[in-house]
């Protein structure tokens, strides 16, 4: 049916399970009708999908005000505005989580699930396509589900998906994978067929990935983040395969990985949320032996050569649901080197992902702490200052901890690295004063910091201080000012 | 040997493994005559135990300058006001990650390692005492044991322990524990005999619990969660045996297991870090049919009756390693109910569990962050003020992080219940102003958040007023002054 008609069936106050993570697999066509909807008849729903959306999609419904719940992630400017101004509630969950909550029943039933599929199978099961996501607990747990044939995607793409749905809690099941490349579950979403209440059809790719163009700042960090790791396998702890990879999506990420094809690393995997261009550069130059994730989220020249050549890569990649690429489990298990975004790090190694000034959020937590808590290194990447110098990435004391210090392994910047490892917290101070801050910021938070410690303390603070970069960016709009002497 | 002698086996700069769990378990007599030696012959060492010490020995080890670096856990008060001077080291560590921090090689290598024992088997196999710890894993690294057999310890105690060492996690072996009571180890911690480089007999009982006399904050609290977990039963999310449950050390915590003696609970399991009275209460009132932990910390009254009659329970218990108590995969996989204490809580619901006014350290994170972050439930529970209604536990912002609001589900103070499952953050602000602010902080902190969302934010703060109340604490001896209106 059209797509304005299966919106129809999306009544208000219904809660909706899209497909969708890292804007790929998502809804083309049924909720932007739904926004369209929505304009004039003012439905408003909770959506629930995998992770962020394409085509501005967020953005329309925000905009239209047919959001007033939206969980688990998004990366909507429009949308993003919206919440923080307070007129739609976010539920900024951990990527690994929602599937639990619902299944729990610590959120609401599922009314529908809207699904991105490559096909559907004669017995009801839908093949999806370019992201896994949560798609298979919203199936499972809809009452009606709204298929979209996205025609744009080959059908031949059915085989990557491994669909494993977890026991309740109280089932108390192992989640068996030891290795990377391990399958466990089935190639498509089991689908009840009674339950299909539409189907539509559509004709439209991806959103596609911002090309990383060559960035000075993500190749130092990329360059300090190697030979770290050649002093990690100097020293015995890793070997020329390093460990199964995760990295957060962004150029400083897709630099490391570019980094490691150019160097001398051999069969290396990926067991992480998004594959992303630098995935199947390292397929392709044969470094990479299998990569596991939830989503591709691809750049036009790469989802072209992807897809021109599947057969090349089908064997080497793997969609798992995000409850599975996310669990601690198998993060633990296999022994991972996270390599994650910070938005600011303080001098004592609390990580801030998500909030700007403590207040306004940026996109979310994202899948950042099942990794950064649960990885055998956990690393976080960050430029030292940004704005021309205005902000320094490093303070005092973050605005909003997402990680605490005992989830942070090593912090690194264009300036070095730290590596905290074994380290108490003045100690970790002087590492990361001493390798990771801005030359520009260097005094006022080395003297922040003397000062502290002068006061006293495990953790030595200043609180009347602790924002005062924060306090003369509101102020002058640079960090700069002067910090003021403690009283 | 005597202690003594055995103590002069420690050389100034080595690095040594000690049991002791929760003040049980420990090193009474070598521990002891090392902070003795240290007095004359300024030896100073890395001290890593398993968790906190009993009889004062963190203590006197502190004040004899032998220790520079103290991991994962301590809660002496003599050895805290050193911490806090800057004068000795304190790596404040989740208390699951140090097994495997040694084993990584993220840590130094053991020398020696101290195991109080109840008994040594004719292949040098050491019988454990009241905990295990990271007492496996010290045996394992170290280059030398010393091991203490404390015949104050019945030999009986032999077949409670289950000692697990998982294999380096690039073994990638699952943890296959699926009930509370399944062991998957040894009886007794193998040990080359080789490696025994003394024995020292002791005959001294582990530091008494302070036992919790009936404290009415604590019984307002335990009321209130009875009252929850029967809403949840009724809503079909739990059952009357409700989960295994994990319970911090302290009086609330120990008021809530008492009340579940009271109440129609029924096959109830703990699986937690420290057996304490309550669980032997709750195994003699037949509502408990199985406890495993780290440790066993009793008051002298509750040892004396166990160990009377300790054939009633010791196909009831299981002592494990605390990496094995304290690992995400069996926490998510038991779906195990969290209750652990804050020292202050946010009005967003993140909580500080260890620093007081950010930077002070009481004893430490322990083993909160583990469950906290694994957890079907994770209950945080603390009184809504102290010292006389002069501190405020709830407050704008918590001035340092342990447990970020994704990881807290439920606060509860004698005040009420705020359950922030499935809210935003500016819902969970109401949540838990509503219910669990004391009276006389009200109206100071819906001031402050209703200022604060004025100014807008996905998690309204006004940084220049986070702090308020701590400001005020520090300049009156009460947070109470007026909280300054934004400027």
Chains 1, 2 share one sequence.
């Not at 925000?62 to 739609?88: C, W, Y």
């Not at 996109?363 to 320094?392: H, M, P, R, W």
């Not at 090593?410 to 990361?432: C, H, N, S």
């Amino acid at each position: 049916m059209p797509a304005r008609q299966a919106a129809a069936l999306i009544g208000d106050g219904m809660v909706i399970g899209a497909s969708g993570f890292t804007r790929s697999g998502d809804s083309k066509a049924v909720l932007a009708a739904l926004a369209e909807k929505a304009e004039h008849d003012h439905t408003r729903i909770t959506l629930m999908t995998g992770a962020s959306l394409g085509h501005g999609t967020d953005g329309a419904l925000a905009t239209a005000g047919a959001v007033h719940t939206r969980l688990p992630f998004q990366s909507d400017p429009v949308m993003r505005t919206i919440i923080n101004e307070g007129k739609l509630s976010y539920i900024d969950e951990n990527l690994s989580e929602t599937a639990a909550h619902i299944r729990n029943g610590f959120l609401p039933p599922i009314d529908i699930a809207i699904i991105e599929a490559a096909a559907i199978e004669a017995d009801g099961s839908i093949v999806p396509t370019t992201s896994l996501g949560n798609s298979a607990i919203f199936v499972q747990q809809a009452g009606q589900v709204i298929i979209e044939i996205n025609q744009a995607v080959p059908v031949g793409i059915r085989g990557i998906h491994d669909v494993f749905l977890p026991e309740d809690p109280t089932g108390r099941a192992i989640l068996p994978i030891t290795e990377v490349w391990q399958r466990i579950g089935q190639q498509v979403i089991a689908c009840d067929p009674s339950k299909i209440a539409a189907i539509v059809f559509t004709n439209q790719k991806d959103s596609p990935a911002e090309t990383a163009a060559g960035n000075a700042v993500a190749e130092a960090i990329a360059g300090h983040l190697l030979h770290f790791f050649e002093q990690e396998i100097a020293a015995g702890r890793l070997t020329r395969s390093l460990r199964p990879m995760q990295a957060g999506i962004g150029k400083i990420a897709d630099a490391v990985l570019s980094g490691l094809a150019g160097g001398d690393f051999e069969h290396l995997t990926i067991y992480s949320e998004v594959l992303q261009d630098s995935t199947f550069k390292l397929i392709e130059s044969g470094k990479m032996d299998f990569a596991s994730g939830s989503s591709m989220t691809l750049s036009e020249a790469c989802y072209q050569r992807v897809f021109a050549d599947f057969e090349r890569y089908r064997h080497k990649i793997l969609l798992r649901p995000q409850d599975i690429t996310n669990a601690a489990e198998i993060i633990q298990r296999l022994g991972i080197i996270a390599i994650n975004t910070a938005l600011e790090c303080d001098i004592y190694g609390n990580v801030n992902s998500s909030h700007i000034s403590g207040s306004h959020i940026v996109n979310g937590i994202g899948g950042s702490a099942d990794f950064a808590q649960n990885s055998y290194l956990s690393i976080f990447v960050t430029e030292s200052v940004t704005k021309g110098c205005k902000i320094s990435r490093i303070v005092p004391m973050v605005t909003h901890v997402d990680h605490s210090e005992h989830d942070v392994d090593v912090i690194v910047t264009e300036q070095g690295l730290a590596d905290l490892r074994g380290l108490a917290p003045r100690q970790k101070a002087e590492a990361i004063l001493r390798n990771c801050v801005h030359p520009d910021y260097y005094q006022e938070l080395s003297d922040y910091f003397l000062r502290a410690c002068r006061r006293g303390g495990h953790t030595p603070h200043l609180l009347e201080e602790a924002f005062q970069l924060h306090a003369n960016l509101a102020a002058t709009g640079s960090m700069k000012a002067r910090i003021l002497q403690s009283i």
